[in-house]
């Protein structure tokens, strides 16, 4: 516990335990307000958020743009049933399309949820039910998504899952191997996050791809954590120039609000008959008002290049200031490889008002509103230079 825990804080913790079912594993801390790279607890100590929801709140807390489109929205039409057509659904549609020159779009509301759409897709185009996916992937947590999700402490007390074939990441001799004509799909994340901010070796992607090819299988990109400038592209397939035959989105989407969407080339963007799939809140007219000011917010404050220049900027002075085993990434999606266990700087940090996590026993994991600037990137990796002395 840190500090001393304020009376609401205790009492919201005691409720908590008692009232929800004790899935998470939870800092004692209780978030009350958010701005920019910074959120407020019910004491008022003030933090700078290097979680941001996990890779959620890429333009900021509470961006003006994305309060106001909700406020607007909200006071004019929340939900409809997709038994009709909505306005802000299309608009929203069509930006996506040009922002990643895939064909459609189908919408629902996490990224598991977008990863389900892809697998149920691609059963559906292929009429196979095999997947390869890549060791230390992260997908979710649905019975689907599961199946492709490395960890066998996530997986193995679920058994039986639809487990996909796990090869190495970034190794195309092992994909070569692993992929046959019984693949519906090779799903990867053009940089693994929860694995431990991998970031793969130039030529994998495009490698995937032409293995998919040679196999009929599709190539799905996950990037509901890479997406909407996280890396410093728009989207982390832009590194390669690999067109997936699908992408799934999610996180960043809507500024804060839960959206994810699975986004389908030409080629397979007619596989699905009417019937097929559906989500009752799949792209309400609230979300995709968010999501259109946090797109319209992205591309006024040129975040994705923003994404780039302090992702290098935090690097650059983190393997400067700090002695780590590694620190590698892309963009503001970036991991430091520890030699000790990474929970206690996580729990020091927080006592010192940072908020961190690990993605992995001894990796450190930043993800920070794509707003953050020079001076808090150094507060943080001065912050860390003193945990770690
Ligand atoms: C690459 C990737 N795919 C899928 C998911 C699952 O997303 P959600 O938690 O919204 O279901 C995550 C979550 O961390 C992720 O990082």
């Not at 689907?144 to 639809?162: D, H, I, Q, W």
């Not at 400067?320 to 996580?346: P, S, T, Y």
Request: aromatic share 6%; glycine share 10%; charged share 25%.
């Amino acid at each position: 516990m840190i500090q001393n825990v304020g009376s609401n804080t205790a009492m919201m913790m005691k409720m908590e335990a008692e009232s929800i079912i004790q899935t998470y594993a939870r800092q004692p801390i209780l978030l009350v307000r958010g701005s920019g790279a910074r959120v407020w607890d019910a004491e008022g100590r003030e933090y700078l958020d290097f979680v941001a929801g996990v890779a959620v709140n890429s333009v900021g807390h509470c961006h003006p743009a994305v309060v106001e489109a909700i406020r607007k929205q909200a006071g004019t039409l929340i939900h409809t049933s997709n038994i009709y057509y909505t306005e802000n659904q299309i608009l929203l549609a069509n930006e996506l399309k040009m922002l990643t020159g895939m064909d459609k779009a189908f919408f629902c509301n996490s990224g598991a949820e977008s990863v389900e759409a892809a697998f149920k897709l691609a059963r559906r185009v292929t009429g196979r039910s095999e997947l390869v996916a890549a060791i230390n992937s992260f997908h979710g947590r649905t019975l689907g998504s599961l199946g492709a999700t490395y960890k066998p402490v996530y997986r193995e007390p679920f058994a039986p899952l639809n487990e996909a074939r796990f090869v190495p990441y970034d190794d195309d001799e092992a994909l070569k191997e692993a992929v046959t004509k019984d693949t519906s799909a090779v799903v990867l994340e053009p940089v693994q996050g929860e694995g431990g901010v991998n970031v793969p070796r130039p030529g994998y992607l495009r490698a995937a791809r032409q293995i998919c090819n040679d196999y009929d299988a599709l190539l799905i990109l996950d990037e509901v954590q890479t997406g909407f400038g996280r890396t410093g592209r728009w989207f982390g397939k832009e590194h390669s120039g690999v067109m997936p035959d699908i992408m799934t989105l999610a996180k960043a989407a809507a500024g804060g609000l839960p959206l994810g969407v699975m986004m389908a080339a030409e080629s397979v963007s007619g596989g699905f008959q009417k019937g097929d799939h559906a989500s009752t809140f799949g792209g309400g007219p609230l979300i995709c008002a968010a999501s259109l000011a946090a797109i319209g917010a992205i591309e006024r404050e040129d975040l994705v290049k923003r994404s780039d220049e302090m992702g290098r900027y935090l690097r650059s002075e983190l393997r400067k200031n700090l002695e780590v085993e590694e620190v590698r990434g892309l963009g503001l999606m970036v991991g430091v490889e520890l030699e000790e266990d990474c929970a206690r700087i996580v729990n020091e940090a927080l006592k010192k008002g940072v908020l961190l996590n690990c993605t992995s026993e001894h990796v450190l994991r930043m993800v920070p509103p794509l707003v953050v600037g020079r001076e808090e990137i150094d507060h943080v990796v001065r912050v860390l230079g003193e945990i770690l002395e």
